[in-house]
T-cell receptor, first 114, second 114 residues
Framework: ETGVTQTPRHLVMGMTNKKSLKCEQH?????MYWYKQSAKKPLELMFV???????ENNSVPSRFSPECPNSSHLFLHLHTLQPEDSALYLC?????????????FGQGTRLTVV | DQQVKQNSPSLSVQEGRISILNCDYTNSMFDYFLWYKKYPAEGPTFLISISSIKDKNEDGRFTVFLNKSAKHLSLHIVPSQPGDSAVYFC?????????????FGKGTKLSVKP
């Protein structure tokens, strides 16, 4: 496998459920990200992990809980979500350098909260 | 307030002609700009980038132009091909702040007609 892999590709969950999104990168990168894409909105950065340490949390509600056990894996734990949380959740990874960074994205998880 | 703006939600171009996608930004701390391409049901894929020390970067049919004084960049695709039909996202990052974290525009949907 190469690149950034996300599972599951599609998820339907009730508001009282607990589920987790998984992301795995095979690029040897040292930073991983969760982005959210809602309809008619830009991709919004949710969380950043650099060297397995969370370095940014963009005012994301606590019902979203990230976990980065190692540099290759990233999880997004979901609990008591709201219907407005339905969106495409994208994981990305990059090799952070002093100069610039390009991110490589997974295919995303299409989440529907009912 | 959006820091990266793509004011045209869609663009339609004839095959063989030039496609020009535009992007404006407001944050003068941005020093690295990227274009991503996204097909339906896939994650964004990196296309081309430009550092703020340059005003042009070319890669095959794709050229990105940067006008720092106007805080404007554009992506030129020539000649356009039907396979270029996708949503194109402009993104920016700043070294001084959230290094490597990308701020995205809303995207422009390009349709190239045969």
């Amino acid at each position: 496998e190469t690149g950034v892999t996300q599972t599951p590709r599609h998820l339907v969950m009730g508001m009282t459920n607990k589920k987790s999104l998984k992301c795995e990168q095979h690029l040897g990168h040292n930073a991983m990200y969760w982005y959210k894409q809602s309809a008619k909105k830009p991709l919004e950065l949710m969380f950043v992990y650099s060297l397995e340490e969370r370095v940014e949390n963009n005012s994301v509600p606590s019902r979203f809980s990230p976990e980065c056990p190692n540099s290759s894996h990233l999880f997004l734990h979901l609990h008591t979500l709201q219907p407005e949380d339905s969106a495409l959740y994208l994981c990305a990874s990059s090799q952070q350098t002093r100069a610039n960074t390009e991110a490589f994205f997974g295919q995303g998880t299409r989440l529907t909260v009912v | 307030d959006q820091q990266v703006k793509q004011n045209s939600p869609s663009l339609s171009v004839q095959e063989g002609r030039i496609s020009i996608l535009n992007c404006d930004y407001t944050n003068s701390m941005f020093d690295y700009f990227l274009w991503y391409k996204k097909y339906p049901a896939e994650g964004p894929t990196f296309l081309i980038s430009i550092s703020s020390i340059k005003d042009k970067n070319e890669d095959g049919r794709f050229t990105v132009f940067l006008n720092k004084s106007a805080k404007h960049l554009s992506l030129h695709i020539v000649p356009s091909q039907p396979g270029d039909s996708a949503v194109y996202f402009c993104a920016a990052s700043g070294y001084g702040g959230s290094q490597g974290n990308l701020i995205f525009g809303k995207g422009t949907k390009l349709s190239v007609k045969p």
